[in-house]
């Protein structure tokens, strides 16, 4: 008989226990932590009263102003025009917030247009998500703010990125999407070869780690905020100089959004049979230097051949057309909302 606590009986219990020890460990070690907790950078809201934001895009820039909360963060936005008007919804670009739209919103919400605009993730008054700004960060967004207006379908107009931003949406969240999109001075489809120098170095990691660093942050502020007030400002550039310096959160959007947005890499969003049942016009300016005038072609080029779609040439037109043509830009989205 084998004495109590002899080795062949320490070696009978060591075999009988490991193998529940290594599951344990196994178990313990592959069980998923919690998701981290998205860190949120406040938007021109968090700016002291004394900041030149506040005349340029002040919270009120627009009627009907509200706040929503999301899990990637608050989203500021806007709604305008009649309560029972045909819903469109205006998606801004990589850099300027829902200001881009000043003329253009209130002369649809004028024609019985109920408008919404809203500034996307790490712009204006939206909170900016320390995470990648990639597609599928901005089109949950606008899903979610037309889950929370209790919108069930709207028109979607996209300037620059927010044209991409629209093809995108309207390819994951068709059944959002009325059958009529507009996109003007669309992105979407950049090649890098047509990316400028600048916004190559602007979307490198640590260029993005650099600018949204607080010694740049700082220096940064210090340049905007002692630039002379007399002088005559462009509120588009400016807007961009004093995000660039006070939010926290907006290089690191910019930069990310160069790499992995909607600016380039949609041509499977274009190209998706959700179009074969819906039209899209294209408008877009000839003297184009940040989106080139070639892109018109080539998203109409990607197009399925079931989509009815139109090209609207600007002669001479640059980037910003809803700056520089608003009403034109506002009579074509009219009429293609409203053709048969």
């Not at 089109?139 to 207006?149: C, D, N």
């Not at 093809?167 to 669309?186: G, Q, Y």
């Not at 400028?196 to 942050?217: D, E, G, Y």
């Not at 005559?232 to 995000?243: A, F």
Request: net charge neutral.
């Amino acid at each position: 008989m084998v004495a109590l606590g002899t080795p062949f009986q320490c070696l009978t219990y060591s075999l009988l226990i490991l193998p529940v020890l290594l599951l344990t460990v196994y178990f313990l070690a592959a069980f998923p932590n919690p998701p981290e907790t998205v860190y949120l950078h406040p938007g021109l809201s968090s700016l002291p009263p004394s900041c030149k934001s506040w005349k340029l895009y002040p919270e009120d820039f627009y009627p009907g102003g509200a706040y929503a909360s999301f899990p990637d963060g608050k989203t500021r936005y806007f709604l305008m025009g009649p309560d029972d008007g045909k819903k469109i919804v205006l998606i801004h670009g990589l850099s300027i917030p829902a200001m881009i739209w000043k003329d253009v919103a209130p002369s649809l919400a004028a024609r019985g247009y109920r408008v919404l605009l809203y500034d996307l993730y790490g712009r204006g008054y939206s909170d900016g998500p320390q995470t990648k700004y990639n597609s599928n960060l901005y089109i949950t967004q606008l899903a979610l703010l037309m889950q929370h207006i209790k919108w069930d379908k709207a028109v979607l107009v996209g300037v620059s990125m927010g044209g991409g931003l629209a093809a995108a949406f309207t390819a994951s969240f068709p059944d959002l999407v009325e059958d009529r999109v507009v996109v003007i001075s669309s992105a979407g489809l950049v090649l890098t070869s047509d990316m400028s120098r600048t916004t190559k170095i602007m979307s490198l990691p640590f260029v993005q780690a650099l600018t949204s660093s607080l010694v740049v942050q700082k220096f940064l502020q210090h340049l905007t905020d002692s630039s002379n007030d007399t002088a005559p400002v462009d509120p588009l550039q400016e807007i961009v100089r004093l995000q660039s310096a006070h939010l926290p959160g907006y290089n690191a959007a910019i930069s990310s959004s160069l790499r992995d947005g909607p600016i380039r890499g949609e041509y499977r969003s274009f190209s998706s049979s959700v179009w074969d049942t819906r039209k899209l016009l294209i408008i877009h300016g000839t003297n184009d230097n940040t989106v080139p005038y070639k892109y018109a072609a080539m998203i109409q080029t990607a197009l399925p051949q079931g989509c009815k779609s139109e090209i609207i040439t600007i002669d001479g037109g640059g980037h910003d057309l809803t700056i520089s043509h608003p009403d034109t830009i506002a009579n074509q989205i009219d009429r293609w909302v409203l053709s048969p």
